[in-house]
């Protein structure tokens, strides 16, 4: 361990600075760790600092056109500040040594703790060895590596002709993509040094069509990370071919009688549903606050036995996943229900100091313009015992939800979800297809219903917005059948 350095806070504003300004590396050691000993000095229980830089671009082609081509470039800081179980949060997009000692000392004096006095002795504090995941992953060339703009431009373009190829009835197609390239340090009181860079890319489609009075409307997305390749493997002449399909089904199809019904709800991206309505009730923002009906209910059975479910941050470039969370933790995996029993809770820092529940790796933000919060990864139902074939035959009379669509979720798990592709069930089969079904239920409730799960776990990529901004997740499901769910219709 490396000697603590002390100097007289009179010397901070003559220090020299020698941090790579391109960079994230171990040149920024000694600046952090000394205003980190600022902030202890000044009588701060914990002081973090967030460092970020971000290359971004986006695009999107509208039938035959490239309509949008949207960069963004930023570099930023936050300072985070705690005092008991009180804390503060400040952001700049100054990064030299005084303007991050702006931050913090807005910060410290937001919780009344006034800057060291003129000769007090600062203390640096010792920071771990930097913990440089992009390092150890060979994460330095993605950048060089992703695809040009005028392959995104010719990729898109050619996705939009697949669909025109093979749908009828057209009102508008679209396709799009975005590649989200960040560099990532912290450096905590606590000793944490840590740097990554993450990748993330998503592609989608989506689909209108109309012949009258009648109306259909499919999209798909999907995501990854870790990927620099990734647009150029979208095989978009598959997933073209199956949004025409799904949408010519409902274009026709009969609108769903609402009432109370047995379904069965489509692997993937029915995962949305799981995410909503009991996975941000299991974070700890929630928790502290006691605004879930599930915060003091671990160790207890909250869903039916058959049911278990899990959050991490380690699949294999799942849109979720991260080597890190953006508090320096390492990512690993939380067992949130296990046989209908609550296991765990999703931590952050400071969810963990408030609630006393450990920390998960969950602290995640969606940029230097936040502080972390508790926050899902990848979240999903785990498999089960049975077939898909299974839990159809299971229902004399219900719904088959194929692709979910947009909802809204209160505080307190109270649900409605619309599906965009859906099929009545009689007798054991899937027959008509049906369209206008909106979901409606209680988490409480639900977690319940939940009776049979198959064994085709399927992940899908999606977006979370929540207290610190918008991140990217991932939810899933194997096909699951849900004995009884209001479901709103004509």
């Known amino acids: 361990m490396a000697p603590i350095t002390l100097l007289r806070s009179q010397e901070l504003p003559t220090l020299p600075t020698t941090a790579t300004r391109d960079r ?25 600092f967030f460092l970020e830089r971000v290359n971004y671009i986006s695009g999107m082609a509208e039938e035959d056109t490239v309509t949008s081509i949207s960069p963004r470039l930023s570099t930023g800081a936050g ?5 008991g179980t009180h804390d503060c949060y400040v952001s700049t997009n100054d990064l030299s040594f005084n303007g ?14 006034p800057a060291p006095m003129p000769g007090s002795f600062i203390p640096e504090v010792n920071l771990e060895p930097l913990r ?6 060979h ?6 590596q992703c695809s040009s703009m005028q392959a995104m431009g010719d990729v898109l373009l050619a996705a939009t002709h697949q669909l025109q190829k093979h749908a009828q009835h057209i009102q508008s197609r679209r396709a799009f993509y975005f590649r989200d390239w960040q560099e990532v340090l912290v450096a905590a009181s606590d000793g944490t040094f840590a740097r990554d860079i993450r990748l993330t890319q998503s592609v989608g489609m989506s689909l209108l069509c109309a012949d009258g009075e009648h109306r259909s409307s499919i999209g798909h997305r999907q995501g990854a990370t870790s990927q620099p390749d990734f647009l150029h493997h979208w095989d978009f002449t598959q997933d073209a071919a199956e949004i025409a399909e799904a949408a010519g089904k409902m274009l026709y199809a009969d609108y769903v009688e609402s009432g109370t019904y047995p379904i069965v709800m489509a692997n993937r991206f029915g995962g949305v549903i799981f995410h909503e309505a ?7 923002t929630q928790i502290e606050r006691k605004t879930t009906p599930f915060w ?27 080597d890190m969370d953006d508090e320096g933790m390492p990512a690993q995996r939380t067992l949130l229900i296990e046989n209908g029993v609550l296991k765990n809770f999703l931590a952050d820092r400071a ?35 049975y077939t898909t074939e299974d839990l159809i035959a299971s229902i004399d009379k219900g719904i088959y939800c194929k692709k979910m669509g947009g909802g809204s979720v209160g505080a307190t798990g109270q649900f409605n979800f619309g599906v965009d592709e859906a099929y009545l069930i009689e007798n054991g089969r899937i027959t008509k297809p049906l369209k206008g079904a909106t979901l409606i239920g209680d988490a409480q409730e639900i977690m319940g219903r939940i009776s049979m799960s198959s064994q085709d776990l399927g992940l899908a990529a999606g977006f979370c917005g929540s207290i610190s901004g918008s991140i990217y997740v991932t939810v899933g499901q194997p096909h699951i059948k849900v004995d009884a769910i209001t479901v709103g219709g004509r």
């Open 79 to 83: 300072v985070r500040v705690f005092r």
């Open 278 to 284: 009991c996975g941000h009730l299991l974070e700890t």
């Open 132 to 137: 440089d995941y992009a390092v150890r992953g």
């Open 296 to 322: 003091d209910k671990k160790g207890q059975k909250i869903a039916h036995e058959n049911l278990t479910a899990w959050d991490e941050g380690i699949t294999t470039a799942a849109f979720g996943t991260i």
């Open 351 to 385: 969810g963990s100091w408030r609630t006393g529940h450990p920390r998960t790796g969950s602290g995640r933000r969606q940029n230097y313009a936040y502080a972390a919060a508790s926050r899902m990864r990848n979240t999903y139902i785990a498999p089960g015992n």
């Open 24 to 48: 994230f590396d171990e040149s920024w050691e000694g600046s952090l760790a000394t205003l980190l000993g600022l902030g202890r000095a000044a009588g701060a229980d914990f002081v973090e």
């Open 100 to 113: 991050l000692r702006t931050a913090l000392e807005k910060g410290l004096a937001i919780l009344g703790l």
């Open 139 to 144: 994460k330095e060339a993605w950048m060089q």
